[in-house]
């Protein structure tokens, strides 16, 4: 039987807030539940998208994962450890990357940080040295490990918490924000190197972001959580396809023209020759295509698939 | 007891890093230690002016206080060198360095002791290393009285240890109150450094058996200056500093254990 490397069932977390209420003396304590009820498994190898507005549970979700935080109630298992209870014994086996804060020693060169790592999770010589090659090499560092780490550029900082968390070979690496203020370059090139770490290791990713490119790039999986609670569990495509979002035709026409009619889809405005027409985005386009082709002289055709932005803003307003 | 021992080269190889690093600004490193140890001076100076209007202090000639002082502030200065970053618990939780450290496979405590080590308090351990050794040419040895000596200090260092890590793990429960335990550690090491004989038998029985302030260097050095306890305390309280040390440590780990407890299970 396999089992799953993490594994969440009906995870709670409560936090007791002191408020102070208008006309009372002595500040009100009442319980808010920051997790409630959350379920899902990750199996090992997976890349899993965790996204959710800001104050939606993840980072005290992540905190649970990692041991940092006991958990009110509820069934939680990673690698097959408890993390609050066996948090030492976890470290060795998970790498987290905090995307706004640094383990690196500022003052210091890049390579006495990763040396530091080696002997607090007691790294062999050999995987060390074989792990550093290899991670240096594939993420262009080679000429920033002499450097001291402030004199590094954010992205060269990232790359190198990143390279910091992996060392010790972990299962499971938990990244925070990873691409945050990060330029357009910066962030490709750090999501092809998740993608070849999970492809050659087999590294389990679990990614926290607002950043849904990073989610587009990465994650075959996305986990939406919103009120401590997983709204959305499942492949991105599918999460795409979920009622109430819409794809978009954008028909060029020859001339000008009234609203385009066509069953199937509904007219979502005009510019010039150039109108859009919305229809769910569980149905094929074709048959609309083809209508459209049929009744008006057509330029050019193309179909917009919902923005993930919107899809997932659905999601949260429901 | 070998994970001790791996516990401990953690702490060195930790505190290494962070000497490497303030030695990346060695000017600001030499004058910071220098500071430190002249501040200390300009406090043993102000003994000795003291000393310049009268013979005695609480019945204590100035070499004897010189004694008193010196073991003291050896005491402290030792255990703030070595874990003097545990003050600072309560900016580690606010700006999440805590939770950071909570990821890594070694004990939270070591982490937090040696973070920001610095050899800057050299100055202090200098300066009070001078004057304990200034006022030892006074004592009249014998093999008891080293033995005595050197439990004193470790002791002491241990005692103020315990006392540092006791006091900030209040900052698991108010974030902000570092001063708090200042007025315990410091508050304590500088009461220390006069003969508590100047002071109400009711402070004596409040760094006896409340805070163990006074088997840093109260009685043991009753013995080894060999003098007659002015508060007639049982004899064998001059040879219960290591008890005293270890009772400490007991006391502050629990306490250590309950904040880390505290802060896993509210996450603030």
């Given at each position: 039987?396999?089992?799953?490397?993490?594994?969440?069932?009906?995870?709670?977390?409560?936090?007791?807030?002191?408020?102070?209420?208008?006309?009372?003396?002595?500040?009100?304590?009442?319980?808010?539940?920051?997790?409630?009820?959350?379920?899902?498994?990750?199996?090992?190898?997976?890349?899993?998208?965790?996204?959710?507005?800001?104050?939606?549970?993840?980072?005290?979700?992540?905190?649970?994962?990692?041991?940092?935080?006991?958990?009110?109630?509820?069934?939680?298992?990673?690698?097959?450890?408890?993390?609050?209870?066996?948090?030492?014994?976890?470290?060795?086996?998970?790498?987290?990357?905090?995307?706004?804060?640094?383990?690196?020693?500022?003052?210091?060169?890049?390579?006495?940080?990763?040396?530091?790592?080696?002997?607090?999770?007691?790294?062999?010589?050999?995987?060390?040295?074989?792990?550093?090659?290899?991670?240096?090499?594939?993420?262009?560092?080679?000429?920033?490990?002499?450097?001291?780490?402030?004199?590094?550029?954010?992205?060269?900082?990232?790359?190198?918490?990143?390279?910091?968390?992996?060392?010790?070979?972990?299962?499971?690496?938990?990244?925070?924000?990873?691409?945050?203020?990060?330029?357009?370059?910066?962030?490709?090139?750090?999501?092809?190197?998740?993608?070849?770490?999970?492809?050659?290791?087999?590294?389990?990713?679990?990614?926290?972001?607002?950043?849904?490119?990073?989610?587009?790039?990465?994650?075959?999986?996305?986990?939406?959580?919103?009120?401590?609670?997983?709204?959305?569990?499942g492949e991105l495509s599918a999460l795409r396809g979920r009622g109430g979002s819409s794809r978009t035709l954008v028909v060029d026409l020859v001339d000008e023209a009234p609203p385009i009619e066509v069953p199937g889809a509904t007219h979502a405005g005009s510019d010039g020759p150039r109108q859009w027409l919305r229809f769910p985005a569980d149905v094929s386009a074709a048959p609309i295509v083809a209508a459209v082709a049929a009744r008006y002289e057509v330029a050019d055709l193309s179909i917009q698939e919902p923005a993930i932005e919107d899809v997932i803003r659905d999601l949260y307003a429901r | 007891m070998a994970e001790a021992v791996v516990h401990a080269q953690r702490y060195v190889d930790i505190a290494w890093l962070w000497i490497r690093a303030a030695?990346?600004?060695?000017?600001?490193?030499?004058?910071?230690?220098?500071?430190?140890?002249?501040?200390?001076?300009?406090?043993?100076?102000?003994?000795?002016?003291?000393?310049?209007?009268?013979?005695?202090?609480?019945?204590?000639?100035?070499?004897?206080?010189?004694?008193?002082?010196?073991?003291?502030?050896?005491?402290?200065?030792?255990?703030?060198?070595?874990?003097?970053?545990?003050?600072?618990?309560?900016?580690?939780?606010?700006?999440?360095?805590?939770?950071?450290?909570?990821?890594?496979?070694?004990?939270?405590?070591?982490?937090?002791?040696?973070?920001?080590?610095?050899?800057?308090?050299?100055?202090?351990?200098?300066?009070?290393?001078?004057?304990?050794?200034?006022?030892?040419?006074?004592?009249?040895?014998?093999?008891?009285?080293?033995?005595?000596?050197?439990?004193?200090?470790?002791?002491?260092?241990?005692?103020?240890?315990?006392?540092?890590?006791?006091?900030?793990?209040?900052?698991?429960?108010?974030?902000?109150?570092?001063?708090?335990?200042?007025?315990?550690?410091?508050?304590?090491?500088?009461?220390?450094?006069?003969?508590?004989?100047?002071?109400?038998?009711?402070?004596?029985?409040?760094?006896?058996?409340?805070?163990?302030?006074?088997?840093?260097?109260?009685?043991?050095?009753?013995?080894?200056?060999?003098?007659?306890?002015?508060?007639?305390?049982?004899?064998?309280?001059?040879?219960?500093?290591?008890?005293?040390?270890?009772?400490?440590?007991?006391?502050?780990?629990?306490?250590?254990?309950?904040?880390?407890?505290?802060?896993?299970?509210?996450?603030?």
């Open positions: 039987m396999n089992q799953p490397l993490v594994d969440v069932r009906d995870l709670s977390r409560e936090f007791v807030v002191r408020r102070r209420v208008a006309g009372r003396r002595r500040r009100v304590r009442t319980t808010v539940a920051a997790v409630h009820d959350l379920t899902f498994q990750v199996g090992a190898g997976e890349m899993v998208g965790y996204i959710g507005p800001n104050g939606a549970g993840k980072s005290t979700t992540i905190k649970m994962l990692t041991g940092i935080l006991v958990p009110t109630s509820g069934h939680l298992r990673v690698a097959g450890l408890e993390p609050s209870r066996d948090r030492m014994t976890l470290a060795r086996r998970i790498g987290v990357v905090f995307g706004q804060r640094t383990t690196l020693w500022w003052d210091l060169p890049l390579r006495d940080s990763f040396e530091l790592l080696q002997r607090m999770y007691r790294i062999p010589d050999a995987t060390y040295r074989r792990n550093l090659d290899t991670f240096v090499d594939l993420l262009d560092l080679g000429d920033q490990l002499d450097t001291p780490v402030r004199q590094l550029s954010l992205g060269q900082r990232m790359r190198g918490d990143i390279t910091a968390a992996l060392l010790h070979d972990p299962e499971i690496l938990y990244l925070d924000e990873p691409t945050i203020g990060l330029d357009v370059v910066s962030k490709g090139r750090l999501r092809e190197f998740l993608r070849t770490l999970n492809r050659e290791r087999g590294t389990t990713l679990l990614l926290t972001t607002h950043d849904l490119q990073d989610i587009e790039a990465l994650c075959d999986r996305v986990i939406v959580i919103d009120h401590g609670t997983s709204v959305f569990d | 030695w990346q600004y060695p000017a600001s490193f030499v004058m910071l230690a220098v500071g430190n140890g002249l501040i200390n001076l300009l406090d043993f100076l102000g003994l000795w002016i003291m000393f310049s209007h009268l013979d005695r202090l609480g019945g204590f000639a100035l070499h004897e206080v010189a004694f008193l002082y010196g073991a003291s502030s050896l005491g402290i200065g030792v255990a703030d060198t070595l874990i003097g970053s545990v003050e600072r618990i309560g900016t580690y939780i606010r700006t999440g360095r805590l939770d950071q450290m909570l990821t890594k496979p070694v004990p939270l405590l070591v982490q937090v002791c040696a973070d920001q080590f610095t050899l800057r308090r050299l100055g202090r351990i200098t300066q009070a290393a001078v004057v304990f050794a200034w006022a030892c040419t006074y004592v009249d040895w014998s093999p008891l009285r080293v033995v005595a000596a050197v439990s004193m200090v470790a002791s002491g260092a241990v005692v103020f240890f315990g006392l540092f890590v006791a006091f900030s793990c209040v900052q698991f429960w108010t974030h902000d109150a570092s001063e708090f335990a200042n007025a315990f550690t410091y508050g304590g090491a500088t009461v220390a450094q006069y003969p508590l004989s100047i002071f109400p038998r009711e402070v004596l029985v409040g760094l006896t058996f409340v805070i163990p302030i006074a088997f840093v260097n109260w009685y043991p050095s009753l013995f080894i200056l060999g003098r007659e306890d002015p508060y007639a305390m049982p004899a064998w309280f001059q040879w219960s500093s290591p008890l005293a040390a270890a009772a400490t440590m007991l006391v502050a780990l629990s306490v250590w254990r309950l904040g880390v407890r505290r802060y896993t299970s509210t996450g603030s």
